[in-house]
């Protein structure tokens, strides 16, 4: 077993860790940062992957991809945050409601 | 009505079932990435045979500003589309500075505020040749940007009318380069070889103050709507707002 199949399987841990923390918590600050998490799972992988050349340097397209990644995921999560913010000011609480009758 | 397991959507049946699908998707990924072959060439060798021709020495810039133009470009729109979101939602909490900022911080920014930007100049440069660019010197722009934010020093950053031209810049020359170079070589983005590293050097300096300009953005934008107003007629604004938000 190499490195670089370690960190790959830690960001796709990570990445399930996010989705079922994003599908079970409904605090919607919990699901921003579930999605981060589930993101840096993403991030690690790719990073991970670019080492999967024969030469000594890795590839580039994957860090590339990931440098445009991040700064999509800072923008999103600020905006989310922003989002759960006026939701707060709105409502009053930052939580998703349950709709079925009880 | 919020239900009773407090922080869960769903009852321990749902949950369940959540987990067994999560589980099974995180184990259909780990085997796939298990057998994914050791080594794959093909795209770092296309990328090295084509240095020659990006204009820059260090590859992923080559991959970001030359072969995958298009996904840089796309990237300072959705970065400039956030800032404006954010602007949207939160907007009578963004134009206010701090009444009292703290001795440390305003000793910390006069020290550090010069430094920052010499670094950022520095890694926008050196991006040519080695890891660096337009995202890590906006970064770091950005890092003095909230530092001069915070400390507020008879300056007010948000309210200043460079802000919303810093923002657009790096969309704005990104696309005129676009649309010249589409006039010039045929391709949008398709740089003549000869200006390439020109061109690319141009386009992440405007890239660098716009990230910079929208990331201090964000972060303006969601600190302060956490903060209590600071003025008596912020909140009557806000409260008047709400009112008619409610009825």
């Known amino acids: ?102 | 009505m919020i239900r009773k397991n407090g922080n869960h959507l769903f009852s321990r049946p749902g949950q369940s079932i959540a987990a067994i699908g999560v589980l099974t998707l995180t184990g259909i990924l780990g085997w796939t990435v298990w057998t994914l072959p050791p080594f794959s060439d093909q795209m770092s060798a296309l990328i090295s045979s084509k240095m020659p021709i990006s204009g820059v020495d260090n590859p992923v810039t080559a991959v970001l500003l030359n072969f995958r133009g298009y996904d840089t470009l796309l990237e300072i729109g959705v970065l400039l589309l956030a800032a404006v979101g954010v602007l949207s939602v939160a907007p009578s909490a963004v134009m206010r500075a701090d009444s009292s900022p703290s001795p440390i911080l305003v000793l910390l920014l006069r020290l550090m505020l010069p430094f920052i930007i010499l670094v950022s100049g520095y890694i926008l440069w050196i991006g040519k040749y080695a890891p660096g660019g337009a995202f890590q010197a906006g970064a770091v722009l950005a890092a003095g940007g909230i530092l001069l934010v915070t400390a507020a020093v008879r300056f007010n950053l948000s309210a200043s009318k460079a802000m919303p031209l810093a923002t657009g810049i790096g969309l704005l020359i990104f696309l005129i380069m676009a649309l010249a170079t589409m006039m010039v070589c045929g391709n949008f983005l398709q740089y003549p070889v000869t200006l390439a590293g020109t061109l690319i050097l141009v386009i992440e300096a405007a890239a660098t103050l716009s990230i910079a300009a929208a990331l201090v953005r964000l972060f303006v934008g969601v600190k302060s709507d956490t903060d209590p107003p600071a003025s008596g007629e912020d909140s009557k604004i806000l409260t008047f707002e709400e009112e008619n938000l409610i009825k």
């Open chain 1, 1 to 102: 077993m190499n490195i670089p199949i370690l960190y790959e399987l830690v960001g796709v841990i990570l990445l399930g860790m996010g989705l079922y923390s994003l599908v079970i918590y409904s605090h919607l600050f919990r699901k921003i940062l579930a999605l981060n998490v589930s993101g840096a799972g993403v991030f690690l992988f790719l990073v991970a992957a670019a080492d999967r050349t024969s030469g000594p340097l890795p590839d580039p397209v994957p860090h590339a991809m990931v440098l445009t990644g991040i700064v999509v995921a800072v923008s999103a999560t600020a905006l989310a945050l922003a989002l759960a913010c006026r939701i707060h000011q709105v409502s009053g609480n930052a939580q998703l409601t349950d709709n079925k009758p009880e």
